[in-house]
């Protein structure tokens, strides 16, 4: 079966642009995560849906980072006024239960390149 | 707060010799312990999981972990690698009360013919 997809796969903006990372779940998937990953470290937890609610957004660097899962499948990752600091590997996963004893899946990225 | 560390950025082994990817990690609550791997140009996929019963936790492709409550670690191993376990491992913790999950900066191992 279709695995997690992310869309696009690379992008490239500038500084202070605005950008959209696109996530589509595992069908059947309650539970959405994005991660970012940046060179040489691990992925890093950055928000967590449970259906349509995003159950934790601690991680959010800050108010610049933005996302939304309005139907509770597909999930947007919004970024306003990008910075170079921001260029990284942008991960999505699902699982299909709740909390984090459940396997998450992961898609294969969105790389971010803020010049 | 948690926090992981995988004590070894890069870790070369020969074919068939026996491998150790060492992983501690820091809680003041229970946690759920879990290794990923990432094969090039693939995304992270599951190696194995404790949540909670044996220590010993069987994965796939011949790996396991121990998870050591007294010495916070939970160590992955393999008695003998193959040249298709060239990757990065990624340790991860999860508190069992919470929501977020924990990755250590990762090990690569390389595989030597």
């Known amino acids: 079966g279709a695995g997690v997809s992310q869309t696009p796969s690379n992008k490239v903006t500038e500084k202070g642009k605005y950008v959209e990372l696109r996530c589509d779940p595992i069908?059947?998937?309650?539970?959405l995560y994005w991660y970012r990953q940046s060179l040489g470290q691990g992925p890093e937890f950055l928000i967590y849906?449970?259906?349509?609610?995003?159950?934790?957004d601690s991680g959010l660097p800050n108010d610049r980072f933005f996302a939304v899962r309005p139907e509770g499948s597909v999930s947007t990752l919004k970024i306003q006024r990008t910075e170079r600091g921001d260029s990284a590997v942008y991960l999505c996963?699902?699982?299909?239960?709740?909390?984090?004893?459940?396997?998450?899946?992961f898609g294969p990225g969105t790389r971010l390149t803020v010049l | 707060a948690q926090s992981v560390t995988q004590l070894d950025s890069q870790v070369p082994v020969f074919e068939e010799a026996p491998v150790e990817l060492r992983c501690n990690y820091s809680?003041?609550?229970?946690?759920?312990l879990f290794w990923y791997v990432q094969y090039p140009n693939q995304g992270l996929q599951l190696l194995l999981k404790?949540?909670?019963?044996?220590?010993l936790v069987k994965g796939i492709n011949g790996f396991e972990a121990e998870f050591n409550k007294s010495q916070t670690s939970f160590h992955l191993r393999k008695p003998s690698v193959h040249i298709s376990d060239t990757a990065e491992y990624f340790c991860?913790?999860?508190?069992?009360?919470?929501?977020?999950?924990?990755f250590g900066t990762g090990t690569s191992l390389t595989v030597i013919p």
């Open positions: 849906f449970q259906g349509t609610g995003a159950a934790d």
């Open positions: 996963a699902s699982s299909q239960g709740q909390g984090y004893t459940d396997t998450q899946y």
């Open positions: 069908s059947g998937h309650t539970a």
């Open positions: 404790y949540l909670s019963g044996s220590t």
């Open positions: 991860a913790v999860s508190m069992v009360t919470g929501n977020q999950f924990y």
């Open positions: 809680s003041s609550v229970s946690v759920y």
